[in-house]
T-cell receptor, first 114, second 111 residues
Framework: DGGITQSPKYLFRKEGQNVTLSCEQNLNHDAMYWYRQDPGQGLRLIYYSQIVNDFQKGDIAEGYSVSREKKESFPLTVTSAQKNPTAFYLC?????????????FGPGTRLTVL | RKEVEQDPGPFNVPEGATVAFNCTYSNSASQSFFWYRQDCRKEPKLLMSVYSSGNEDGRFTAQLNRASQYISLLIRDSKLSDSATYLCVVTTMDSSYKLIFGSGTRLLVRP
């Protein structure tokens, strides 16, 4: 089946630890995105990448890092510098060719800092 | 001011009712407009795009007023399964097509 997978579904972290959230897609999409959602709020863009080995900061990149070594993969690291990391993290991907195309979302990872 | 503003609700309506959601956006240069649906603790899914001429998909009708920077979604004959949060979304002008989300309007359809 084609789609976007995120793992783990739930993640618990102690304060001061870095954690990496996985995002993989087999849709052959060019662009990939990471969003964060807090309760009662809309999604906010953390980082995005339109091509392998290149990525740009979104609106709330502080305390996060990403890599795009493969077209299929866009992992997000939540570092200890992120002051309030507890949130729902959503990865999305999109085909770039042919004008606007829908962004498809993965099922998300819920991160809780203990 | 938020870039995309929505009434958070909740809208609590009986089955069969017609309900309308509104959304305003601040950037007059916004390129594209969408309504996404998000079920509790799930990822958002595209409900429909919004075109300047207005568009309909079954029981759902979307309207865009660029002059007033206003987007609407009308749901007719509400079903229990329509209960969800509806997110108003606009895209940026540049080629990154970043999505800018409203906080969402929660709809509860009761029997």
């Amino acid at each position: 089946d084609g789609g976007i997978t995120q793992s783990p579904k739930y993640l618990f972290r102690k304060e001061g630890q870095n954690v990496t959230l996985s995002c993989e897609q087999n849709l052959n999409h060019d662009a990939m995105y990471w969003y964060r959602q807090d309760p009662g709020q809309g999604l906010r863009l953390i980082y995005y990448s339109q091509i392998v080995n290149d990525f740009q900061k979104g609106d709330i990149a502080e305390g996060y890092s990403v890599s795009r070594e493969k077209k299929e993969s866009f992992p997000l690291t939540v570092t200890s510098a992120q002051k309030n990391p507890t949130a729902f993290y959503l990865c999305a991907s999109r085909l770039l060719a042919g004008g606007y195309n829908e962004q498809f979302f993965g099922p998300g990872t819920r991160l809780t800092v203990l | 001011r938020k870039e995309v503003e929505q009434d958070p609700g909740p809208f609590n309506v009986p089955e069969g009712a017609t309900v309308a959601f509104n959304c305003t956006y601040s950037n007059s240069a916004s390129q594209s407009f969408f309504w996404y649906r998000q079920d509790c603790r799930k990822e958002p899914k595209l409900l429909m795009s919004v075109y300047s001429s207005g568009n309909e998909d079954g029981r759902f009708t979307a309207q865009l007023n660029r002059a007033s920077q206003y987007i609407s979604l009308l749901i007719r004959d509400s079903k229990l399964s329509d209960s969800a949060t509806y997110l108003c979304v606009v895209t940026t002008m540049d080629s990154s097509y970043k999505l800018i989300f409203g906080s969402g309007t929660r709809l509860l359809v009761r029997p």
